[in-house]
T-cell receptor, first 116, second 118 residues
Framework: AQKITQTQPGMFVQEKEAVTLDCTYDTSDPSYGLFWYKQPSSGEMIFLIY??????QNATEGRYSLNFQKARKSANLVISASQLGDSAMYFCAMREGGTGGFKTIFGAGTRLFVKA | GAVVSQHPSWVICKSGTSVKIECRSL??????MFWYRQFPKQSLMLMATSNEGSKATYEQGVEKDKFLINHASLTLSTLTVTSAHPEDSSFYIC??????????????FGPGTRLTVL
């Protein structure tokens, strides 16, 4: 069965510093995708970054990068140069078997607080 | 990018009434849509997978007779909460997969519908 674990219920980071949000996953399917989403207080789910299980390089999207360690089954999100607007809930998610038509499961989430 | 809308964005209803929530993919066709519910300070929990032209697949523990899902077209899926009760109060979010080749590496989420049952 799929499983996503986020062990940090809450994290604090000083503005302009980098922060790492942890995520580990468990799957027996060799083909899967890993996602990170941001959910501000408004509730909308904002897609941040995607990593495919066969991707050789770590994904990057602007200030977001994904530290993908396949052997350890971890997919940590790194946010560089934190901004006050980064304060939100962050969810790690996984999808097995490619990207079409398969359900996504979410971790419990990490609430990030950025301090001025 | 791909856009998914939900309507209404919030709804308050009396206990015992039924509420319909619409999920639309605005600029792409979605053969598959997903419905999630999220309780305060909790994660998203998948309720069901909605496939165009066929019956929805419900997750274990989700009452299919209470949460009716219809996916009649490639751009519209509806979730009807029948005989709603206060414990059904939650944030309901839909998401959609595209078929155009654009955005197939991710699901696109609607903005959510906050349901409050009095």
């Amino acid at each position: 069965a799929q499983k996503i674990t986020q062990t940090q219920p809450g994290m604090f980071v000083q503005e302009k510093e980098a922060v790492t949000l942890d995520c580990t996953y468990d799957t027996s399917d060799p083909s899967y995708g890993l996602f990170w989403y941001k959910q501000p207080s408004s509730g909308e789910m904002i897609f941040l970054i995607y990593q495919g299980s066969y991707d050789q390089q770590n994904a990057t999207e602007g200030r977001y990068s994904l530290n993908f360690q396949k052997a350890r089954k971890s997919a940590n999100l790194v946010i560089s140069a934190s901004q006050l607007g980064d304060s939100a809930m962050y969810f790690c998610a996984m999808r097995e078997g490619g990207t079409g038509g398969f359900k996504t499961i979410f971790g419990a989430g990490t609430r990030l607080f950025v301090k001025a | 990018g791909a856009v998914v809308s939900q309507h209404p964005s919030w709804v308050i209803c009396k206990s015992g009434t039924s509420v319909k929530i619409e999920c639309r993919s605005l600029d792409f066709q979605a053969t598959t849509m997903f419905w999630y519910r999220q309780f305060p300070k909790q994660s998203l929990m998948l309720m069901a997978t909605s496939n165009e032209g066929s019956k929805a697949t419900y997750e274990q523990g989700v009452e299919k007779d209470k949460f009716l899902i219809n996916h009649a077209s490639l751009t519209l899926s509806t979730l009807t909460v029948t005989s709603a009760h206060p414990e059904d109060s939650s944030f309901y979010i839909c998401s959609a997969d595209g078929t155009s080749g654009r955005g197939t590496d991710t699901q696109y989420f609607g903005p959510g519908t906050r349901l409050t049952v009095l």
